[in-house]
């Protein structure tokens, strides 16, 4: 391969006719607005481009996808195949870089066009506190519809490019004017015009095309060496995880991959933000595959033939794993108390059961066996991927249709230190939220106001209470959620005025408050005492154990 050079403006327009696309195994583009101008005002001070890597796809069959014009945060993108025979480029490296100039300069980020500052600049008279690298180019976004209170020496972008060669210095003669501005200003916003259009013109920017010379197909080279080249220049630069070089690799080998990937995402964001991505998914086919757990293309190379059978099996277990979570056989109603990895176990089990579905008799076992997973922090920790690969053994030996729980639990025992297996006093202070949602069952849960957000709060305040019962003050049978708002408004107040209004039955079913008259100062320490015996009798029931 030769270095060529081309012109920013000529390689967007060929991207602007269909010349020049992404090839699937590219991640979605990911670069921020600060990203986008910082690379204008790079462009502006002359600093090298940098390298894009081009692929002729003349002699394949490419799935890809187009440039997008007008970009969206989280917007879904539709892919194409490009059949054998029809010439076209594809960006191996690059993306990031040439559709930030895309948008900039034909499109829209979130609805807004790029405008450039045009009396910006080191010469500029900008405070230097304005840009995070200096006296730099200034590079804004605003909504066309939005003139009123957008300062009039921002100039759209897209504009200044339009401009006919032949009437560049009138153009720029109007827009000074404009403005206006005189003297120095105006021939620092002259010299600032001519430069943007010059470095968009001029041809500065390196390129190498593989098979850029190849004319028959037994000379195009092999996709699986593109691959390499793909995953091997992807290192540098804005890098690309394992899991993304892994999704890669899956969008060559699975047309389809793409969609199904982000259907299967779609359906289980309708339950709320969950934290669950394509690099959850690709860990819990892994799982699900019995194939080595491990975030490596090789492991996709050798293994995606037993992989793609299991996706749906896979994708029918991640649903009913989640909505066994949030069933009022676990009560688990908000992403906060569930790191989503804690999910992969159960959705190996349930990948393994006749539609996907939990046994009737296994229920309290599959609940425990997450419940104490997340007490004890056992995916969490160190190695989680090996950990799951440990308890994936485990269930691997039983009878598909029963949840090991004495084994489940003895390897977690037996893989982490400290761990336990049992309910007790110490398992409750380990994570003080999850022991509450069992505690006042349903009082964690995603709101849709702040007001409702539960929040652990003191039912004797801290701010009275510690500097003479220290660390007492945290115990467990001293905490309760509480709604934000109320927790705000009950500030310090202390609970045997708080609570003076609340029913008896109230306080029993909600708070676990079994006895009103312990809510008084001088019962502070039994009030702590009896009730985290109750907190630990009714996490014990619930966890059978």
């Not at 807004?112 to 840009?131: M, Q, V, Y």
């Not at 010299?191 to 004319?215: C, G, Q, S, W």
């Not at 009950?490 to 708080?498: F, H, L, Q, V």
Request: hydrophobic share 40%.
């Amino acid at each position: 391969m030769t270095p060529k050079t081309a012109s920013i403006l000529s390689l967007l327009n060929d991207i602007k006719n269909g010349d020049v696309a992404l090839p699937d195994l590219q991640r979605d583009f990911v670069w921020k607005e600060e990203d986008i101008r910082l690379l204008m005002d790079s462009i502006m001070r002359g600093y090298p481009f940098g390298l894009l890597l081009f692929w002729n796809t003349q002699f394949l069959e490419v799935v890809y996808r187009e440039f997008v014009t007008d970009y969206t945060k989280g917007q879904t993108f539709v892919t194409k195949v490009k059949p054998k025979g029809h010439k076209m480029r594809m960006v191996l490296d690059g993306q990031q870089r040439l559709q930030s100039l895309y948008v900039a300069i034909f499109g829209t980020y979130d609805g807004r066009r790029l405008f450039f500052n045009i009396t910006s600049g080191p010469k500029g008279a900008a405070a230097p506190e304005d840009d995070s690298i200096g006296r730099g180019y200034r590079f804004e976004f605003w909504r066309d519809d939005d003139e009123s209170n957008r300062p009039k020496r921002l100039v759209r972008v897209a504009d200044i490019v339009r401009w006919p060669v032949q009437n560049e210095k009138t153009e720029i003669r109007k827009v000074v004017q404009a403005v206006p501005l005189q003297a120095d200003e105006a021939d620092l916003a002259e010299d600032n015009l001519k430069m943007l259009r010059a470095f968009l013109r001029e041809e500065i920017v390196p390129v190498e095309t593989i098979d850029d010379t190849v004319y028959e197909a037994d000379q195009a080279m092999p996709l699986e060496h593109v691959l390499e080249i793909f995953v091997r220049v992807n290192q540098g630069g804005t890098k690309l995880s394992r899991s993304d070089l892994m999704f890669s690799l899956i969008k060559t080998k699975w047309v389809a991959a793409r969609g199904k990937f982000d259907a299967l995402l779609a359906e289980v964001a309708k339950v709320g933000e969950l934290g669950i991505d394509k690099d959850f998914l690709i860990l819990a086919l892994l799982t699900v595959a019995d194939v080595p757990i491990e975030a490596d293309v090789a492991v996709i190379d050798r293994h995606w033939d037993s992989m793609e059978p299991k996706f749906s099996a896979m994708g029918t277990a991640l649903k009913t794993a989640i909505d066994f979570c949030r069933s009022a056989d676990a009560r688990v109603l908000t992403a906060k108390l569930l790191p989503v990895n804690t999910l992969v176990p159960m959705v190996y089990f349930l990948s393994r059961q006749p539609k996907g579905s939990v046994p009737d008799d296994q229920r309290k076992n599959l609940r425990a066996m997450l419940y104490f997973l997340l007490f004890n922090e056992f995916i969490r920790g160190k190695s989680p991927n090996a950990r799951i690969r440990y308890l994936r053994d485990v269930l691997k030996k039983g009878p598909p249709a029963v949840v090991p729980l004495a084994a489940i639990l003895a390897e977690l025992e037996k893989r982490q230190r400290g761990a336990t297996s049992a309910t007790t006093f110490e398992m409750l202070h380990w994570n003080k939220p999850l022991t509450l949602n069992i505690a006042q069952p349903t009082a964690a849960k995603d709101t849709l106001s702040w007001q409702e957000e539960p929040q652990v709060d003191h039912v004797f305040p801290q701010s009275t209470f510690r500097p003479v019962h220290g660390d007492l003050v945290d115990d467990i049978g001293n905490l309760a959620y509480l709604g934000r708002l109320r927790n705000i408004r009950k500030n310090d107040e202390p609970p045997w005025d708080y609570f003076k209004d609340v029913s008896d039955d109230e306080l029993k079913e909600d708070f676990l408050i079994e006895d009103r008259t312990l809510l008084a100062r001088e019962h502070f320490k039994e009030f702590v005492e009896k009730r985290r015996v109750l907190i630990l009798d009714r996490v014990k029931a619930f966890l059978g154990r």
